[in-house]
């Protein structure tokens, strides 16, 4: 199981937020990924803000890329603001790259 998170999330770091250069992974933009039956994905996600003009493009992108993945049956994607998205939740890498450390 642990092989198809880490291709999952190799995926994940694919998809950027097209107004910031870091991708959606990094920015702890994904919240949870699941693996259920028949490799069937849930995927808990937010976005920076709850008025992102791009949020169905980036939505689609990651259904689309995930369920490319041989192993995965279906991907259901899910978008939450609860919590809140911050820059607390963003990696030391991304955070880094945007210059916030």
Do not use: Q
């Not at 702890?28 to 803000?49: F, K, W």
């Not at 791009?54 to 990651?62: F, N, T, Y």
């Not at 041989?70 to 990696?91: A, G, H, I, N, Y």
Request: hydrophobic fraction near 40%.
């Amino acid at each position: 199981m642990s092989d198809l998170r880490d291709k999952i999330e190799e995926v994940l770091r694919t998809v950027h937020d097209p107004e910031i250069p870091v991708n959606i992974y990094e920015l702890g933009l994904v919240y949870e990924i699941r693996i259920g039956d028949n490799n069937r994905i849930g995927i808990t996600m937010t976005l920076t803000a709850p008025a992102c003009p791009v949020a169905g493009d980036i939505v689609r992108e990651v259904e689309e890329k995930v369920k490319e993945l041989e192993e995965v049956s279906d991907v259901d994607v899910t978008l939450t603001f609860d919590p809140p998205w911050t820059k607390d939740m963003m990696s030391e890498e991304a955070k880094l790259e945007l210059g916030f450390l």
